[in-house]
């Protein structure tokens, strides 16, 4: 099959690579529908996490069950399945109490499974996805064609975007702020109103994402950025900071201008992959601002946000501002990389 | 009158120092029953925070109020006053949201008012407490001499501890660690056990704390520390973790051991001063582990607080081992040093 590779910082190629099969009881191979480039696929494809050796890469993705291990009960071949991007056992103490990014036999794509056996990353033709009755969840019936952006979605941003205001804490009323205008931060719009912030403000400078996060329920746009960006928060709050902030970059600057623009007593929803986001504990200490969130929980989420999709509430798939063959997926990256794309989604 | 100064690391004296007075028509001049060093007193007297000149010294009273500014309506001369260790006008949107230690008009003793005025430390006969009415509490009544330990621990310590259940989220039958057995930890554990908590772990290995620990409500004792201290609280909690974890010290070791203690999906409610206390944000990101608290907001907790010291519910007093003439003050911050007390009242 054709599945993604990244050789280098900015050599990413669609090369031939072994079908997957099945190897344990327990696993289905999924044949994928569509699949996306993530803005922390971007951190290899740049060089600022390190790329030692050719890696297959992408964990979002949405399919069709090929077929299933003979352990296998909740999904069958034929049925279309949201894919988390986290594989799950769904039944650990951790998956119990709804933190199934952390399961005790879970992992992620594009490396190993806990018997050492290779998971493919998502970018690609078909993938095996380890633990499927804890992992994949199938839509009622196959969906409309129009509806795949806003399903892709669920594997992760939109997941991601809600993690981020759970973890916020936001509550009906709330005047929340959200740090970055990815496709993330542009979910953790749409969470946050659809968790009942009245007042959401979303930090953008780009046209089209302030068009977006509009869309999604931002009340208020900011373009400034860190102490300028600040300030403007701290004037539309009346000098108090907002209920609920949302950080969904991971970078030093953008945790800073979070932390800063929290209320005391209220916290930083923090989703974006730290890179250098070393919190000022001392000024988190005297303004008593807390600091919650990390890898979205996305198959303790679905039961709650696809139905939401499924009966058109919510439209998420905006974020999809192209779609492009798999076959140019250097292109998706070159997009991404170069923020001419907010998100693009990627058909096999 | 005599108070308390700091010299020097480890250079502590009790001087002549200038009568306090009323200087703003919302101060208030309370005359100290009882004082105590705090562990935040140790910073400095230890020299890991600087000392750059002699300057007055002490946070923590309670005392008889001697006279009162011309605004002030809701303490009169002769009542028994709590202090919260910070002054607050008690009506900003932080006080009203129940952050009074974030006040937008309020500050610490030992310093300078927004007046440029200095207001007294706290270890001497008097002190000038500006905005009375938003800081004093009063007892409804002259308090027994037994109850002046247990009041005195709601200037800050038992509200410390109390903070930090709070901001672990401590819940009906939670397991919580509490990292930290000086009095501030001990309190932690009469606050989580209060808050319902159904086991608390406290981590400590002396004897005289333990058995405190033990009183105020710890089900488990774990003398172990750092990576061993960790592998224990996971022993105790089948490998999942602690529900709530309190952290009490401030250091990078105890911040480390606090949230590799917490199961995925807490909060680590952290309340001792951060010296050094960076946390590891990739591991806060992968295991979905937060981090809450700061400095405690006292004056929003006394309501909830002195009514259970004053019935005899609780007796955080018990922290005290320790009772030295406030000329001794020396001696006390020795005994605080060297660890052979757990806290020392000063009475003047």
């Given at each position: 099959?054709?599945?993604?590779?990244?050789?280098?910082?900015?050599?990413?190629?669609?090369?031939?690579?072994?079908?997957?099969?099945?190897?344990?009881?327990?696993?289905?191979?999924?044949?994928?529908?569509a699949?996306?480039?993530?803005?922390?696929?971007?951190?290899?494809?740049?060089?600022?996490?390190?790329?030692?050796?050719?890696?297959?890469?992408?964990?979002?993705?949405?399919?069709?069950?090929?077929?299933?291990?003979?352990?296998?009960?909740?999904?069958?071949?034929?049925?279309f399945?949201?894919?988390?991007?986290?594989?799950?056992?769904?039944?650990?103490?951790?998956?119990?109490?709804?933190?199934?990014?952390v399961?005790?036999?879970g992992?992620?794509?594009?490396?190993?499974?806990?018997?050492?056996?290779?998971?493919?990353?998502?970018?690609?033709?078909?993938?095996?996805?380890?633990?499927?009755?804890?992992?994949?969840?199938?839509?009622?019936?196959?969906?409309?064609?129009?509806?795949?952006?806003?399903?892709?979605?669920?594997?992760?941003?939109l997941?991601?975007?809600?993690?981020?205001?759970?973890?916020?804490?936001?509550?009906?009323?709330?005047?929340?702020?959200?740090?970055?205008?990815?496709?993330?931060?542009?979910?953790?719009?749409?969470?946050?109103?659809l968790?009942?912030?009245e007042?959401?403000?979303?930090?953008?400078?780009?046209?089209?994402?302030?068009?977006?996060?509009?869309?999604?329920?931002?009340?208020?746009?900011?373009?400034?950025?860190?102490?300028?960006?600040?300030?403007?928060?701290?004037?539309?709050?009346?000098?108090?900071?907002?209920?609920?902030?949302?950080?969904?970059?991971?970078?030093k600057?953008?945790?800073?201008?979070?932390l800063?623009?929290?209320r005391?007593?209220?916290?930083?929803?923090?989703?974006?992959?730290?890179h250098?986001?070393?919190?000022?504990?001392?000024?988190?200490?005297?303004?008593?601002?807390?600091?919650?969130?990390?890898?979205?929980?996305?198959?303790?989420?679905?039961?709650?946000?696809?139905?939401?999709?499924?009966?058109g509430?919510?439209?998420?798939?905006?974020?999809?501002?192209?779609?492009?063959?798999?076959?140019?997926?250097?292109d998706?990256?070159?997009?991404?990389?170069?923020?001419?794309?907010?998100?693009?989604?990627?058909?096999?």
């Open positions: 099959m054709d599945a993604t590779v990244l050789h280098a910082p900015g050599d990413i190629r669609l090369e031939q690579v072994p079908d997957p099969e099945i190897l344990r009881p327990t696993d289905a191979v999924v044949k994928v529908a699949t996306c480039v993530c803005g922390s696929d971007l951190w290899p494809y740049r060089g600022v996490s390190k790329v030692t050796r050719p890696r297959r890469i992408g964990h979002e993705f949405i399919g069709v069950v090929e077929e299933v291990g003979a352990e296998v009960t909740s999904v069958r071949p034929g049925d399945v949201i894919t988390p991007f986290l594989w799950s056992d769904n039944t650990c103490a951790h998956c119990a109490a709804g933190m199934q990014s399961c005790a036999n992992g992620g794509f594009g490396g190993k499974d806990r018997n050492g056996d290779f998971v493919d990353g998502c970018q690609g033709e078909f993938v095996r996805v380890p633990l499927a009755d804890g992992t994949l969840v199938a839509t009622p019936e196959q969906p409309d064609e129009a509806l795949l952006p806003s399903l892709l979605t669920l594997t992760d941003v997941a991601t975007g809600w993690h981020a205001a759970v973890s916020a804490r936001v509550q009906p009323g709330s005047t929340v702020v959200v740090v970055g205008d990815g496709a993330v931060g542009l979910c953790g719009v749409l969470s946050a109103s968790q009942g912030a007042r959401v403000i979303a930090m953008s400078r780009h046209a089209d994402r302030q068009a977006v996060a509009t869309e999604f329920g931002a009340t208020d746009i900011v373009a400034e950025r860190g102490d300028e960006g600040v300030a403007r928060v701290m004037e539309l709050t009346d000098g108090v900071g907002a209920d609920a902030v949302l950080e969904c970059v991971g970078t600057e953008s945790m800073d201008q979070a800063a623009s929290a005391p007593g209220s916290s930083v929803g923090f989703v974006g992959v730290p250098g986001a070393e919190p000022p504990m001392g000024q988190m200490f005297s303004r008593n601002v807390g600091l919650a969130g990390g890898v979205a929980p996305v198959r303790g989420y679905l039961a709650d946000l696809l139905p939401r999709v499924l009966d509430q919510i439209n998420p798939g905006r974020v999809f501002d192209s779609v492009l063959p798999l076959s140019q997926v250097a998706a990256y070159r997009a991404m990389d170069e923020r001419t794309a907010i998100k693009v989604m990627l058909r096999p």
